[in-house]
């Protein structure tokens, strides 16, 4: 999720404590948005903001960190400073659970692993959610001052979060299914990889990315109808590439993030050949994301390179 839906979210989450546990309210707001910090990663340059952001302040490792911080100052009979960072930890858990949902995936379990794992279930910007929120922070700008009324708010608001969730993962799956059902292939010809992305607007709605080797075919597929839409045939240029570019940082980092990211593009002109790449699952919003767009010489050599991150 982007780091102002995770702001809202902690809000509306935490309203209902303040008038209770003023201390345990601030921390849950605070935890919600202090995994992103690793945002800042961005100062040390595009690599480090991809090799950085969602991992480390994301783990286990970063919330039984601030745990037993909480539990070292409940010890130490501070424990309005105990309640703040037991609220922290707490709106961690909320913001690492909310962003396995998405694409791109955490490093939830470092450091005993260090893959990202994502479940594909809600697009980082989400309509439903969104409103399901809104209504919740209209409801406790309503209510404010009336602490009876804010708890059930938030207690109804959380609890609608934790069932839309669920539901988000099992109409995720069911899309996978159909777009598998949808893939078989002919002859002796292997399955593809596939990935299915929601989009944005409509939960029925999916983007799916079928990877074939020499090539990929997108389409949209509409669980609703059960029938894909807007089916295009892309491709595959990676073979083509000099070695030299695959082992630049944009490559790599990329490719680390997306096995489907791929090379799309090929333009040769005066003796220079540019190629475009780009993450081929994720397209709401026509998003240009990680695309790349390299320039080499006759040589093979990099004579331009632009990284849209």
Known sequence: MDIVTHALIGATSAAGLLAWQPELACGVVLGNVAPDLDAFSRLGGK???IRFHQTYTHSVAAVAFVSLAAAGLWNASQAEGSLLLLGIAIG????????????????WAWPFQRSRMALDWIFFIDLPMLLWTLIG?????WSWGNGTWLAW????YVAG?????PVRGMIAARARRLAVSMSEPSGDRPPPRISVIPTTWLPWQFLVCRDWGEACVTSTLDLWRGEERDVQRIPLLDDAMPGTVGELPPWQAMRDLSTFYHAVEQQTENGH??????DLRIRNYATRFG????QVDAAGQIVRSEWEV
């Open 47 to 49: 690599q480090a903001f």
């Open 92 to 107: 961690m858990v909320m913001h690492v659970g909310l962003d396995l949902t998405n694409s791109y995936g955490v490093r």
């Open 137 to 141: 922070l209209s409801l406790v700008a």
């Open 153 to 156: 708010i938030s207690g109804g």
């Open 161 to 165: 979060m934790l069932l839309m969730i």
């Open 273 to 278: 050949t540019t190629f475009v790449c780009r």
């Open 291 to 294: 695309t790349w767009t390299c």
